[in-house]
């Protein structure tokens, strides 16, 4: 199985930029990548998504490196309201595209 | 935003009831829905995917007996514990996806916190 390596927890000052990285060295063309966040006690809420180009939205950007073996998430702000567990996800092809949460990173927003 | 409402979000009960959650895409339909776990301090576990009119698939150590998977329209799932014990004490959390490919995201419901006594 495609898996994804993040760090276990970042810390952030807020209105700084983040970026949280993501390995996923066993990554196959077909597979997505899926960023997810989670507060506590709250269902995750969908981030950002790409396949191989860079990916913009209201919420954050996802750059993809060249090899598709990386990726990172740019909280281009940082706000006390960011801070959650964030989750790097590939959707696999043969799974039906089914998404499944590793550890993910614990991001601590300071003021 | 795409928004998926999970009922109820919690539910305390005694041992040996059945417990029904339901999970509804209030304005989109749901080709795929999914069921997940999450215990205290750890993340979120897949207990099975389902298509709407089709049996659900369930991940490998997950009891179908016992987590009863309904799909019948696009817009509604509901996992039923059946008899359920103080192990499945869980945070169980939906999800709903349109489409069946990569390039959808999913959207996640908040979640009901089940507390069997």
């Known amino acids: 199985d495609a898996k994804t390596t993040q760090p276990n927890s970042m810390e952030s000052n807020e209105e700084e930029p983040v970026h949280l990285p993501c390995n996923h060295s066993?990554?196959?063309?077909?597979?997505?990548i899926h960023w997810y966040r989670q507060l506590p006690s709250q269902g995750p809420e969908y981030v950002i998504h790409g396949l191989t180009s860079n990916v913009n939205n209201r919420m954050a950007s996802l750059a993809i490196a060249e090899d598709r073996k990386s990726s990172t998430l740019i909280l281009h702000r940082a706000t006390l309201r960011d801070a959650a567990v964030y989750y790097c996800?590939?959707?696999?092809?043969?799974?039906?595209?089914?998404?499944?949460f590793g550890k993910g990173t614990s991001l601590l927003v300071t003021p | 935003g795409a928004v998926v409402s999970q009922h109820p979000s919690r539910v305390i009960c005694k041992s040996g009831t059945s417990v029904k959650i339901e999970c509804r895409s209030l304005?989109?339909?749901?080709?795929?829905m999914f069921w997940y776990r999450q215990f205290p301090k750890q993340s979120l576990m897949l207990m099975a995917t389902s298509n709407e009119g089709s049996k659900a698939t369930y991940e490998q150590g997950v009891e179908k007996d016992k987590f009863l998977i309904n799909h019948a329209s696009l817009t509604l799932s509901t996992l039923t514990v059946t008899s359920a014990h103080p192990e499945d004490s869980s945070f169980y959390i939906c999800s709903a996806r349109y489409g069946g490919r990569g390039n959808q995201p999913q959207h996640f419901g908040d979640g009901t916190r089940l507390s069997i006594l």
């Open positions: 996800i590939l959707s696999i092809t043969n799974s039906g595209y089914a998404l499944n």
């Open positions: 066993t990554i196959s063309g077909t597979d997505y």
């Open positions: 304005d989109f339909q749901a080709t795929t």
